[in-house]
C-alpha cells in the first residue's frame, strides 16, 4: 500500500512538471518528443531561472555539430546557464544519425540520410509550447559545425520566425546561398577560425556523385554573398581585436551595421584557430567588461529583439 502511495505521488509530480497549466514543480529540463519526418525526434528544452509558466519567454534553439548530439553541447557548453540567467529559454535537440540536413534529397550522395531539419526546427518551436510560452518574436537559432550549415538553411528558409543568429565554425555553400536569394535578411553573427580544415577560410570544392561542382565558399567570397543579401556596406565596417591578454585566442571583430533596409553582420575571427568550437575564448565585450564569445551571444541577442510578427 505504502510502495502503491508513494509510486502515485511520483506520477502526480512528472505529470505537474510537464501539463503547461500546472507546474509547481520545474525539472531542470523538458524531454521534448514528437514525430517529424516518419522518426521520433527528441529535444531538451531547458527554462530560465524562476521560470513562470504564465509569462513568454525567448527561445534560443542549438543545433550541435556532426557526431554530436544536444546532451553533449547542454553540459559541455556554458549556454543552458547564460540562458537561465538571461531568462531564455534554451532547446538542444537531436540530429537523425548525430547530424543535421540541410540540402534538399536531389543534392544528397548515394547513401546519405535525408532529413529537412529547416523544417524540423520549425516544428520544433512549436512543439516548444507543450511545455513553455515562446515569445515567437525572439526565437534564435546557434549552430556548430554541421548545426551551422543548418543555421544557413534556417536563416534563409525561415526569416520571418528569427530574431537572429549565430554559426560557428561553418560556412556557406553555393547550394545554401542559392536557397536563400530573394529571402529576407536576419541579423547574423559568426564565429570562424582562420585556420579551420573543415570549413577552410580560403574555400573548398566538392564534385557531387553526378558530377555537379558544390563550392564551399572562402571567407571572401562568403562576406560579398552576405553583405549584397543582408544589404549591408562592407566599406562601412569596423575592425578590433577584442580577446583580452589572458585569451589562448586571438580574437578579431568585425561589425557591418550600414545597411540599407537590412539586418547588420557580425563577425568574431578566431587567427589561427582550427575547427572547433571556441566559445570560451576571453573577450572584451561590447559594455566593457571581460567575458567569452558565449557572452557575445547573448549580448547580440539582446541587441535584436526582433519585430513584432
Not at 513562470?52 to 543552458?80: C, Q, R, W
Not at 525561415?158 to 537572429?164: F, N, T
Not at 564565429?191 to 572562402?218: H, M, N, V, W, Y
Request: glycine share 12%; net charge negative.
Amino acid at each position: 500500500m505504502r510502495l502503491c502511495l508513494i509510486a502515485l505521488l511520483l506520477a502526480c509530480c512528472v505529470g505537474f512538471a510537464t501539463a503547461k497549466d500546472n507546474k509547481p514543480l520545474i525539472p531542470e529540463y523538458f524531454s521534448g518528443q514528437f514525430a517529424f519526418g516518419g522518426s521520433s525526434r527528441t529535444y531538451a528544452l531547458v527554462p530560465p531561472k524562476d521560470f513562470d509558466p504564465e509569462k513568454s519567454y525567448p527561445l534560443v534553439v542549438v543545433f550541435h555539430g556532426a557526431g554530436g548530439s544536444g546532451i553533449e553541447m547542454l553540459t559541455g557548453t556554458g549556454l543552458k546557464e547564460l540562458a537561465s540567467e538571461q531568462g531564455y529559454l534554451i532547446a538542444f535537440p537531436n540530429g537523425v544519425e548525430q547530424g543535421w540536413g540541410y540540402l534538399d534529397k536531389e543534392e544528397l550522395n548515394s547513401g546519405d540520410v535525408y532529413t529537412d531539419d529547416w523544417n524540423f526546427f520549425a516544428a520544433l518551436v512549436d512543439d516548444a509550447e507543450n511545455y513553455a510560452h515562446v515569445d515567437q518574436n525572439r526565437v534564435y537559432v546557434i549552430g556548430f559545425s554541421n548545426g551551422g550549415s543548418l543555421g544557413y538553411r534556417i536563416m534563409c528558409e525561415y526569416a520571418e520566425r528569427l530574431a537572429g543568429v549565430v554559426v560557428i565554425a561553418s560556412t556557406l555553400s553555393s547550394y545554401t546561398a542559392n536557397q536563400c536569394v530573394n529571402t529576407d535578411p536576419v541579423p547574423l553573427m559568426m564565429i570562424l577560425g582562420t585556420a579551420d580544415r573543415i570549413f577552410p577560410f580560403g574555400g573548398s570544392a566538392e564534385i557531387k556523385s553526378d558530377g555537379r561542382l558544390i563550392l564551399q565558399f572562402s571567407f571572401q567570397q562568403q562576406m560579398s554573398f552576405l553583405a549584397q543579401h543582408q544589404r549591408c556596406s562592407l566599406a562601412g565596417g569596423t575592425t578590433r581585436t577584442v580577446s583580452t591578454m589572458e585569451s589562448p585566442i586571438r580574437v578579431v571583430r568585425d561589425f557591418y551595421d550600414q545597411c540599407t533596409g537590412g539586418e547588420p553582420i557580425l563577425l568574431y575571427a578566431l587567427i589561427d584557430y582550427e575547427h572547433g568550437y571556441g566559445g570560451l575564448a576571453s573577450i572584451t565585450l561590447e559594455d566593457g567588461a571581460r567575458g567569452t564569445l558565449e557572452n557575445a551571444m547573448f549580448e547580440f541577442f539582446a541587441a535584436y529583439p526582433g519585430a513584432e510578427k
